[in-house]
């Protein structure tokens, strides 16, 4: 075994034959692929509409913007998070207003949510991070209370459920990133979904420069299509994502069930949720035997990728504290010391679950 890497893009000949048709058609750029993707994942997420765009971070930028969130505005953003959460509202020219997340699941913590409410909030958006869903029916209340839409990043979360309910139809819109790591691919790639017509037809004009008709330009947009190649590939992800899904679960299952050392928190479930384990996160206690950093010293040296999904709570990042605002978010900071990541892709065998666990199981 030479090693086992914290992630590693599943790709077969199917992608390659499908992309091949599409360069063979001699439409590269968006065309009826990217339709016939968006119809696909759109059923995936049972909503009406999904519009393809070229990155995660565009999906959420169009879905806020979209919503009319501009200068002036405050949108309520979880700070454990990745960065993209928090930069999409400062790209509307709107301010990020960071809350603290549940010591559990990770996800935006309600409590904080209405807590964190003013005359200037415009959106909520909350996070399924790491595959898990957040606790939606709190937030979305709190969002119906206030007239305000929440937006699902699901970024990391395709295919997971939040009782019995895809993620991706919980709010007014829910954005998705296809980065190569993620559950399922399209290369790099984003998607939006949402029931609302005309939410749909302004992200559409939106992302394709702001045209209502070719060449007639009502709105300032941008160029955030996805193309014909991308979406080849998703088609053929798309196919595949149940069985991805499945064996994530299952090396999660057999990870959570095997890893036994005292100072070891193994990722929680929520009851009614699906978590697809885009990530699998542990919590380093101060009482585990080693430091996180001898920890993750002590698998590498045994061939075992890790990697700390996030080091820095968003608040605590440079461009934010600038600000000068003072954010007290104890629970992200606290997890930002804590997390872990293992591998739990769909490429990791059985003899590589059980390296994994026998390399921490083995440090007392």
């Known amino acids: 075994m030479t090693g086992i890497p914290i992630a590693r893009p599943e790709a077969g000949d199917e992608e390659v034959h499908a992309v091949a048709e599409v360069l063979r058609s001699g439409m590269f750029a968006q065309g009826p692929v990217v339709r016939q993707f968006e119809n696909e994942f759109a059923a995936l997420c049972n909503t009406r509409h999904a519009i393809a765009v070229n990155n995660g971070t565009a999906a959420l930028h169009a879905a806020l913007a979209s919503a009319g969130i ?19 509202v400062s790209m509307c020219g709107a301010k990020p207003v960071f809350v603290d997340v549940d010591e559990r699941t990770f996800g935006i913590d309600p ?66 990133s296809f980065y190569p790591t993620k559950n399922m691919t399209t290369g790099e790639g984003g998607i939006i979904t949402t029931d609302d017509d005309h939410y749909a037809s302004v992200i559409r004009q939106f992302i394709n420069h702001g045209q209502s008709e070719k060449y007639l330009h009502t709105m300032i947009g941008y160029n955030y299509r996805m193309t014909d190649i991308g979406a080849a590939i998703g088609r053929e992800q798309l196919k595949k994502l149940p069985g991805f899904n499945t064996q994530r679960e299952a090396n999660a299952g057999y ?35 080693l430091t996180r950093s001898e920890l993750i010293a002590q698998l590498a040296g045994k061939g075992i990728g890790t990697a700390i999904h996030y080091p820095i709570p968003i608040h605590r990042q440079p461009v934010y504290r600038k600000s000068g605002t003072e954010v007290s978010c104890p ?10 990541s293992l591998p739990v892709h769909p490429n990791v065998t059985g003899p590589m679950l059980e390296t994994i666990c026998e390399a921490i199981n083995g440090v007392s």
């Open 331 to 340: 629970v992200a900071e606290r997890l930002c010391n804590e997390v872990l």
């Open 70 to 88: 501009h200068a002036g505005d405050e949108v309520i953003v979880p700070t454990f998070s990745f960065f993209a959460t928090a930069s999409c």
């Open 111 to 176: 409590a904080c949510v209405n807590n964190a409410i003013t005359k200037k909030t415009r959106a909520v958006i909350g996070v399924h991070l790491f595959g898990q869903p957040f606790d939606v029916q709190p937030v979305h209340e709190i969002c119906d209370d206030h007239n305000i839409p929440l937006i699902e990043d699901a970024a990391q979360a395709h295919g997971a459920m939040y009782h019995q309910k895809p993620v991706g139809s919980l709010g007014k819109a829910g954005c998705f």
């Open 255 to 289: 990870l959570s069930s095997h890893i036994r050392e005292a100072g070891i928190v193994t990722p929680y479930c929520m009851p009614g949720a699906r978590h697809v384990y885009h990530q699998y996160v542990l919590r380093v206690l101060p009482e585990f035997s």
